[in-house]
């Protein structure tokens, strides 16, 4: 037998190659993957607020203060 029933070993890395990446992409999935969306913090979510002007510079100064103290 010429290729001992492989189909070619071009054939047979391929296979290894697909088990491979399908293992990493599952075992990948569940972490963080970049580009990911990530939830907004409270510092985030403080700042959309002054940005948008619905909350004044004063107050802005305030929350964030309290919420360095935590």
Not at 13 to 28: K, M, N, P, R, Y
């Amino acid at each position: 037998m010429l290729y001992d029933g492989y189909h070619f070993w071009g054939m047979h890395l391929i296979w290894w190659f697909i088990w491979i990446v399908l293992i990493f992409w599952i075992f990948a999935l569940p972490y963080d993957i970049p580009g990911q969306r990530k939830k907004p913090t409270p510092l985030m979510i403080l700042q959309n607020l002054f940005v948008l002007g619905k909350i004044t510079q004063e107050e802005f100064k305030e929350r964030k203060k309290i919420l360095d103290e935590k």
